[in-house]
């Protein structure tokens, strides 16, 4: 199988490259602005540029496409939604058009943030979309694009993202600002009234590979079996990378103002995936011990 990583220069992009590699020589990479690097083929391209998508596309001629490329700052997208919609909603659209038109499969990235938290019991695939912010507008708009104009498309909904970005092996998102302040000896404020199920890249990367070998496709949420505070997650972050967890103070979500609004409550359900693969998604615990 010859994959396309569309987006190779993020933290999810990269796994997905590095985890490709070491099954098949046959990987293609995109970035933005900075190629990460790998030792394959890669391309410079804004997904914004539909005809830009559709010549690098048909040029490679992939059997799959992972789209990973993505406008995620919550709060910029809150300040520029024109910028928000062109990348996550429109970009996504011409990934998936491109994508359909050299007959490959398609797997696109999404996000908890379709969901408005006010449940405390997981979401599954199922439950309506009502994100509260533009950012999740942008990636429901995107999820209906996908599906508007690929035939059999994958949408794959993820949360709080974190682990190692490659190739370089570099600690990236929530656990490295945790080991940061560690390090630094500074107190650690961390929210005890927010929920998620954190997804651990390099997990997400096997989970999403292993999905294209399968004959599944359709919605699929893919992140730890475990429903878990910030608070919780930066103890066991400190715990296993060796330091004391005393310096976490409890925080609130109200304690801090943001441009946009964030959902308090995003756990999702992972039964879909572990009966389409036939195993159980790991604990944070397990991903924590594994990304140290």
């Known amino acids: 199988m010859r994959l396309l990583v569309v987006g190779a220069n993020g933290l999810l992009g990269s796994n997905i490259a590095s985890v490709t590699l070491d099954r098949t020589d046959h990987v293609v990479t995109t970035y933005h602005t900075s190629d990460p690097g790998f030792d394959c083929p890669s391309y410079q391209l804004d997904i914004t540029a539909s005809m830009d998508v559709d010549s690098v596309i048909s040029d490679i001629q992939p059997d799959a496409v992972v789209n990973c490329a993505a406008m995620t700052d919550v709060d910029e997208c809150e300040i520029d939604p024109d910028r928000a919609y062109a990348v996550n909603a429109n970009g996504a659209s011409h990934v998936a058009h491109a994508a359909e038109q050299v007959d490959a499969d398609l797997i696109h990235t999404s996000t908890d943030y379709v969901f408005d938290g006010s449940t405390r019991t997981p ?23 996908v599906r508007e104009v690929h035939s059999d498309p994958s949408i794959i909904r993820l949360s709080f993202v974190y682990g190692r970005s490659f190739p370089d092996g570099t600690l990236s998102g929530f656990p490295a600002w945790v080991y940061d302040q560690a390090v630094d000896g ?11 199920s954190p997804s651990y890249a390099g997990t997400t990367a096997e989970t999403i590979l292993d999905l294209l070998d399968s004959d599944h496709s359709g919605t699929f949420n893919v992140a730890s079996d475990s429903c878990v505070t910030p608070f919780e997650f930066g103890k066991a ?25 964030r959902p308090r409550h995003t756990c999702l359900d992972v039964t879909r995936i572990e009966k389409a693969l036939g195993r159980p998604q790991p604990t944070l615990r397990e991903n924590v011990e594994e990304l140290f």
């Open 123 to 145: 979401y599954s695939e199922e439950a309506d979309p009502n994100p509260r912010q533009e950012y999740g507008r942008s990636k429901v708009e995107g999820e209906r694009s």
């Open 186 to 196: 500074t107190a650690i404020p961390l929210f005890t009234d927010q929920y998620v």
């Open 237 to 261: 972050v400190l715990r296993e990378a060796g330091f004391d967890d005393s310096r976490v103070r409890k925080g609130s979500m109200d304690d801090v103002e943001r441009d946009a609004e």
